[in-house]
C-alpha cells in the first residue's frame, strides 16, 4: 500500500460517511444519548488512550458513558514510577554513573557530565514509551503528550535528563487542571528556561523567546485579528527578566535574581488595553509581575478560550473546523472554559460526552500519529514486554526499541521538530496526513510486519505478536466469522464490507475452502491437543490473517 492508496482509501471512507453539503456535520456539545456499545467504547479509548486494549473494552462494556468518561478523566492509579540507571555496563557505556546504583533511579543525583547527562536523557525516553504501553485506565498519558506537543521542548537542547524529568511530570501532573495555572508552572520550569532562553533575559540583555512563544503557541494563537504586537514581545520579555535554573542541587528550581531584572514600567498595546505593568524593586518582583502579565493575557478570555479549544478539538476530534462546528462545538467549549475558571477537566468532560463526540463522522477520521498507531499495537495485541522491576534492563532495551521505530515513523517522543510542536497537529491544510508519506508510512507497515512475523529478540527474550494467545482471548474464536468481527471491531474503526470479510475468511482461516467447519475442526483440534504440527496448521493462517489486516489503509485510521 502506496500513500496514495491510503489516501484514496480514507477520502472513500470520509466520503461515505458524508452529511449534507452545507455542514460536515451539525451536531454539537449536547449530551450524548445513543447507542453505546463497543464500537463506542473504542472510539472513544483510541482518541483518550492508546490503543483499545481488549480488556480495557470489555471492563468499560460494564459501564455507562458518563461512567466511563468520568473513571477516564479522574485518574486514580499512582504516577509511573521514575526512570532508573539502566545503561551502564551497555555497549559503548564507557563513561560509568557511579553515584547512581544499578536499578536505582538517577533523577535527584547531579551530574554535570555531558556523557552521562545523555545516556540519562536516552533512559527517560524510554521510560516515557514504558509509560504509555502500560497506562492505567485514564487519559492521563494522552493528555501528557498533548501538553508535551503544546509546550514543546527538545530534550538535547535541554540537555539536563534532570530537568526534563521534572518538565514532564509537572504536564502529568497537571495535564487534567487549571490551563492558566499550568501555563504559570510552564513558565518557571527550569527545562522551559533553558529551552527558550529565559535563564538569559536580563535587564542588559533581554530574550524574546519566551515571551513570543507565551503569546503565539501558548495562549493567544496567531488567528486573532486584531493581535499582539511586536511591542507586546517586548515588553513581556522585559517583564520576564531575571529568572535563572539552579544547576547544582535537585530538584533543580528556577529562582529570580532582582539585579538581573528590569524593575522599569511595561507599557503594552491597545490590544491588551494600554496595560502598564508596573515595575517592582523587590525580591517578589518576578512573580509579581509575572502574574500581572498571566492576569492581562487571560484577560484576553475570548481569544485564549477559542485557542485552547481548537486545540483539544483537534488533537481529540477532527482537524478541520468548518463555520457550523466553530459555532455548535469550539464556541461553548470556550464558553466552557471561560466559566470555570481554566479548568481543562470540565471542558473535556462536556466534549467527551457529546453528540459531537460519537457522530459517525468523527469516528475514523484521524489518521494515528506514529505514537498512536505503534503503541497500540503493542497494547491492543497484547504484546508481553519483560518485566519493568526485575528485568528493568531488558525492558528498557524495548522500550528503546519501540521509541525507535515511532521516531523513524515522524514522532520522535521528547524531540518534536521545534517549539511549534509536530507539524501534523497545527499545519493546515494537511493536518493528519502530514504523518504519512513514501517514507514514513513503508516503516508503519514494516513495523507490524515484523511483530507478526518473528518479532525484535533482545538478550534472549522476544516481543511479538503472538497471534494464537491473542486469539484464544477472544469470546468465541471457533467461528471464523466471529473471529474476523471480534477482531475488526478492536482494531478498525472504518467497516469492512461481508463480501471483503467473507474474502479474508475464505483465504486465510479457511485455506481457499468454503466450508466454516475448516476453521473450527483446526482451531478446537488445537485446543484439545495443542501439539507443535496443530499449532503449525492454525498460527500461519492467524498471522497471515492478522498481517492482512494491519497492512489495510483503514488500519491508520483512529
Known amino acids: 500500500m502506496d500513500r496514495r492508496e491510503f489516501l484514496t482509501a480514507r477520502k472513500k471512507a470520509t466520503e461515505k460517511k458524508a452529511a449534507a453539503p452545507s455542514a460536515r456535520t451539525n451536531t454539537g456539545l449536547q449530551l450524548y444519548t445513543g447507542p453505546w456499545t463497543g464500537n463506542e467504547i473504542v472510539h472513544l479509548l483510541k482518541r483518550t488512550m ?29 504516577l509511573p514510577n521514575p526512570p532508573v540507571k539502566e545503561y551502564d555496563g551497555v555497549t559503548g557505556a564507557t563513561t560509568p554513573d557511579n553515584d547512581v546504583a544499578a536499578g536505582a533511579t538517577w533523577i535527584n543525583s547531579v551530574s554535570t557530565d555531558g556523557t552521562i547527562q545523555a545516556r540519562r536523557r536516552a533512559s527517560l525516553k524510554k521510560w516515557w514509551i514504558g509509560c504509555q504501553l502500560n497506562q492505567d485506565r485514564s487519559i492521563r498519558e494522552k493528555m501528557t503528550l ?22 514532564v511530570n509537572l504536564l502529568r501532573t497537571n495535564c487534567l487542571g487549571n490551563f492558566k495555572q499550568l501555563v504559570r508552572s510552564v513558565t518557571l520550569d527550569a527545562a522551559m528556561l533553558i529551552y527558550l532562553n529565559g535563564r ?12 513570543r512563544e507565551l503569546q503565539e503557541l501558548f495562549t493567544l494563537g496567531k488567528e486573532n485579528n486584531p493581535n499582539y504586537t511586536e511591542a507586546d514581545v517586548k515588553a513581556a520579555a522585559r517583564v520576564l527578566t531575571g529568572w535563572q ?13 532582582l539585579s538581573r531584572h528590569d524593575k522599569n514600567n511595561k507599557q503594552f498595546s491597545s490590544f491588551f488595553n494600554n496595560t502598564i505593568i508596573t515595575g517592582r524593586n523587590s525580591a517578589t518582583a518576578g512573580t509579581e509581575e509575572l502574574d500581572d502579565l498571566l492576569n492581562m493575557i487571560f484577560n484576553k478570555q475570548v481569544e485564549v478560550s ?38 481543562i477537566k470540565i471542558a473535556l468532560e462536556r466534549l467527551l460526552k457529546s453528540e459531537h463526540f460519537y457522530d459517525v463522522l ?49 514522532q520522535n517522543l521528547g524531540d518534536p521538530p521545534n517549539v511549534a510542536g509536530w507539524p501534523a497537529y497545527y499545519q493546515t491544510p494537511q493536518y493528519y496526513e502530514l504523518w504519512v508519506n513514501t517514507d514514513t508510512l513503508p516503516k508503519r507497515n514494516q513495523f507490524t510486519d515484523i511483530m507478526i512475523g518473528n518479532g525484535y529478540t533482545r538478550n534472549g527474550k522476544k ?33 469492512l464490507t461481508q463480501a471483503s470479510r467473507d474474502q479474508l475468511k475464505k483465504d486465510f482461516l479457511l485455506s481457499g475452502q468454503d466450508q466454516d467447519y475448516y476453521w473450527t ?21 492467524l498471522r497471515g490473517l492478522y498481517k492482512y489486516f494491519m497492512n489495510l489503509a483503514e488500519y491508520q485510521l483512529a
Open 50 to 78: 492508546f490503543g483499545a486494549k481488549p480488556a480495557d473494552v470489555n471492563y468499560f462494556m460494564g459501564k455507562t458513558m458518563i461512567e466511563t468518561v468520568d473513571e477516564l478523566l479522574n485518574p486514580t492509579a499512582p
Open 146 to 167: 498533548f501538553w508535551h506537543n503544546h509546550f514543546a521542548t527538545e530534550t538535547v537542547d535541554i540537555s539536563s535528563a534532570n530537568m526534563i524529568y521534572n518538565h
Open 200 to 211: 538569559f533575559n536580563t535587564l542588559t540583555a533581554p530574550d524574546e523567546n519566551y515571551a
Open 245 to 257: 535554573v539552579n544547576f547544582n542541587t535537585a530538584p533543580f528550581p528556577s529562582y529570580f535574581t
Open 306 to 343: 477559542r485557542f485552547i479549544a481548537k486545540k483539544l478539538y483537534r488533537f481529540f476530534v477532527y482537524s478541520e473546523i468548518d463555520a457550523t462546528t466553530e459555532t455548535n462545538v469550539i464556541e461553548p467549549l470556550a464558553l466552557e472554559l471561560r466559566l470555570n475558571n481554566w479548568d
Open 362 to 410: 468523527n469516528q475514523g477520521a484521524q489518521i494515528k500519529s506514529p505514537l498512536d498507531h505503534i503503541i497500540a499495537v503493542c497494547r491492543e495485541w497484547n504484546i508481553v514486554f519483560p518485566n519493568s522491576i526485575t528485568e528493568y534492563a531488558d525492558a528498557y532495551g524495548m522500550w528503546n526499541y519501540i521509541l525507535a521505530a515511532a521516531a523513524n515513523a515522524g
Open 463 to 495: 516481543i511479538w505478536i503472538d497471534a494464537v494467545e491473542f486469539t484464544k482471548t477472544l469470546p468465541n474464536p471457533s467461528d471464523p466469522n466471529q473471529l474476523i468481527n471480534d477482531v475488526l471491531a478492536i482494531i478498525f474503526q472504518i467497516d
Open 521 to 541: 475442526n483446526a482451531w478446537n483440534a488445537y485446543l484439545f491437543n495443542p501439539t507443535t504440527a496443530n499449532f503449525n496448521i492454525i498460527n500461519p493462517r
